[in-house]
């Protein structure tokens, strides 16, 4: 290493990845600073993350259960894309894009290989593939003096981006007598294709993005007259509230009855929390979200043995929620030489990946320092006027309380996003563009407008 150069590390080349190395040499190329030596790590053939569908991905999968009941699956090839046919975002396109990097399309609501193709654009626009490593997994991140990350050779690094996603390491809550179960059960994760299920009668567990999505696919076969029935259990809350009365015609609605969370299976009898049951159940997809997890920090290692962010599985962190960040849950508390982006819940991504990247950049280009005592804003969401009268007692509310300092959603996350841009503020003064300073108006308005998806989407 030159002297003067810094090293950085970054951990995926996904939507986060992608972003945290164009700031980086954006911060880099400025006068005064360190030369930049970057280096991105890619266990996958190419640029996307969770977006890249390979061709070769599969749905197949074998069952296990842990020493704790816990059901776990293991494919038969790499981990499988989340993504599935029919699959488009529920963000509009102009709303969901990089600041620097606008998307184009015909469709307000994008298909996924339009994502995907929007990625690989941005790498190539900005010129990124240089500085990735495909088909390069870490095996191992650790602090050795700097810090120290081990592929087929090693490699020590000054800073290090952990953008490895947050879509690999697929959740199914623990349900008492879900073991029994004799039919088909798998995550939301393994889902390709609502034909797969025809003639079926499906239980979708979990009425967030991915459950209401696949509950309404299911339930339009339907409407092809290819019969099926299809459950949607959940807390009650939904992302997919009833039409209103200028909402399109929503026909697959009638195909889906909406059940209370699960209590407990007793093998093809299914209990919900009212004490209602049904038995007539042939597959559960449980759409219940993924753990966070980081496959290459072995408990054993430090700083994970002493100040572990996660659970220890296996050897290895992973668990529902994070732990160990700083006020900006960004790094890690009490060492600001590694970062861990878009942890948040409830965003859009893509901008607020920038907005992160760009301030970790600066800091690391010595650009600016953050003050000692950081003050954000707190989250309204976070606060309850009079707390529950119990704590939660299922797997499934637990783990949203566990999650409750990581879920953002609007107006929130535009106002963690604006002070961000603030501790950024001296690095230009005057000359900071517009759409550093503040959201644009025109954004704040594109979130707040849920009647768009419902009228283009049907949900």
């Known amino acids: 290493m030159c002297p003067g150069s810094v090293r950085v590390a970054v951990i995926g080349a996904g939507a986060s990845g992608l972003a945290q190395l164009k700031q980086l040499l954006d911060a880099f190329a400025r006068p005064n600073t360190p030369q930049l030596d970057v280096v991105v790590y890619e266990s996958q053939r190419e640029v996307g993350g969770t977006w890249f569908r390979s ?24 981990n499988p894309s989340p993504m599935y046919d029919g699959l488009r975002t529920n963000l509009p396109y102009d709303l969901m894009s990089y600041r620097d990097f606008p998307m184009e399309h015909d469709d307000i609501f994008p298909d996924q290989p ?30 050795h003096g700097k810090w120290r990350i081990e592929t087929d050779t090693v490699e020590d690094f000054d800073f290090v981006c952990v953008a490895n996603g947050h879509y690999a390491d697929s959740w199914i809550p623990l349900i008492p007598g879900l073991d029994s179960f004799p039919g088909e059960v798998l995550h939301s994760r ?12 499906v239980m979708v567990v979990g009425s967030f993005a991915s459950g209401s999505d696949l509950s309404r696919q299911l339930a339009g076969l339907n409407l092809t007259g290819r019969s099926m029935t ?117 965003i859009v991504p893509f901008p607020l990946a920038e907005v992160q990247a760009r301030l970790t950049a600066f800091l690391w280009a010595g650009l600016f320092m953050l003050p000692e005592h950081l003050n954000l804003p707190s989250n309204p969401s976070n606060h309850h006027s009079t707390p529950p009268a119990t704590p939660p007692d ?32 001296g690095v230009d003064g005057d000359d900071t563009p517009s759409h550093w300073q503040r959201i644009e108006p025109w954004r704040r308005e594109r979130r707040a407008d849920k009647a768009l998806r419902r009228k283009l989407l049907g949900y």
């Open 55 to 78: 061709s070769h991905d599969k749905k197949k999968y074998i069952r296990h259960t842990d020493s704790d009941g816990q059901l776990f699956f293991s494919p038969d090839a790499e």
């Open 394 to 425: 299922t797997p499934v509310r637990k783990v949203v309380s566990m999650r409750q300092n990581l879920v953002f959603g609007a107006p929130y996350e535009f106002i963690y996003a604006e002070y961000l841009m603030d501790l950024m503020r």
């Open 190 to 201: 393994y889902y390709r294709c609502p034909e797969d299920y025809a003639g079926k009668s």
């Open 230 to 346: 299809v459950y949607l259990s959940s807390s009650g809350s939904t992302y997919s509230p009833p039409p209103g009365p200028d909402d399109p015609p929503q026909p697959w609605r009638e195909y889906i009855r909406n059940v209370p969370l699960i209590s407990r299976i007793d093998e093809t009898k299914i209990s919900f929390e009212d004490g209602s049951q049904v038995d007539d159940v042939d597959t559960l997809i449980f759409a219940t979200g993924y753990r966070y997890s980081l496959p290459f920090c072995k408990a054993f290692d430090e700083p994970w043995k002493s100040t572990p962010p996660l659970d220890r599985i296996d050897g290895s962190l992973s668990g529902l929620s994070m732990r160990q960040l700083d006020e900006l849950l960004l790094f890690l508390k009490d060492d600001r030489t590694i970062s861990f982006p878009v942890l948040q819940y409830q």
């Open 114 to 143: 339009a994502v995907e193709r929007y990625l690989r654009d941005y790498a190539k626009k900005f010129d990124l593939y240089k500085y990735i490593r495909f088909n390069t997994p870490v095996k191992r991140l650790y602090r």
